[in-house]
């Protein structure tokens, strides 16, 4: 094979790569086959979302759309670790019916804003992962719930936290302590309804702690809302 031969190979399996990425050949939840979200996945985050009992204190209700477990863990390792940007349409959507769900139970005030505050996160680790999954997921739930509803991205943490997953409660504690931040840019609204999203609860640190940075502005949390609890 020439050497024109083998780049014109090289380019054809390039793009058949991106094809790939472009169009996932399986379920982000159960690895079903040319489907990027089967109904039944889709089915298991439609339930009502259900309250969680964190072992941290959280100032504020906290709800999940699913427990961490099947399709549900599948989803959010695979938009946060495997570059799975499509499944933040899915997962968002998971978020709109849940806040949907809350709203008629009246967990939520009937008020005329609603603000999605995502979860903090590192700046070095959503340059990773080409975005924030969170924020992603946030901004489909929003698109989902009409022009009452907004995305304001507000909270970050210090580049010099470790990474929580593997640790224990209190070591959460002091790594988060004093490092969860309010962005300067951050536009919150001191009337609205505040719900602060993200992927995961397991211990209730992150959401405690992103509590006192809101209220120390200001800000009253008024739910918590995650894709699945551990």
């Known amino acids: 094979m020439s050497t024109q031969q083998q780049w014109k190979a090289f380019g054809r399996k390039v793009v058949r ?22 109904p039944r996945c889709a089915a298991v985050l439609a339930d009502s979302p259900e309250q969680v009992t964190t072992r941290v204190p959280v100032p504020a209700p906290a709800w999940a ?23 933040a349409a899915p997962l968002g959507d998971a978020l709109a019916h849940a806040l949907r769900t809350l709203a008629r139970w009246g967990e939520l005030p009937d008020v005329t804003l609603l603000q999605l505050v995502p979860a903090p996160t590192r700046a070095t680790s959503a340059r990773r ?21 907004r995305v304001t991205p507000a909270l970050f943490t210090a580049a010099w936290t470790a990474d929580s997953a593997g640790l224990s409660a209190p070591e959460r504690a002091r790594n988060l ?54």
């Open 17 to 38: 790569a991106g094809a790939d990425l472009a169009v996932p050949l399986c379920c982000g939840g159960c690895d079903s086959p040319g489907i990027g979200w089967c």
């Open 65 to 87: 759309c699913a427990r961490y477990r099947g399709p549900a863990r599948r989803a959010v390792i695979a938009a946060k670790d495997h570059g799975r940007t499509d499944l």
């Open 129 to 149: 992962r080409g975005g924030d999954p969170v924020t992603a997921m946030a901004r489909t739930a929003a698109s989902r719930l009409g022009p009452r509803v």
């Open 177 to 230: 302590s004093g490092r969860v931040r309010l962005r300067r840019d951050a536009h919150l609204h001191p009337r609205a309804v505040t719900v602060l999203i993200d992927d995961v609860i397991t211990t209730g640190t992150t959401a405690a702690e992103s509590a006192r940075v809101l209220a120390a502005h200001g800000i009253h949390l008024d739910a918590v809302l995650v894709i699945a609890a551990a």
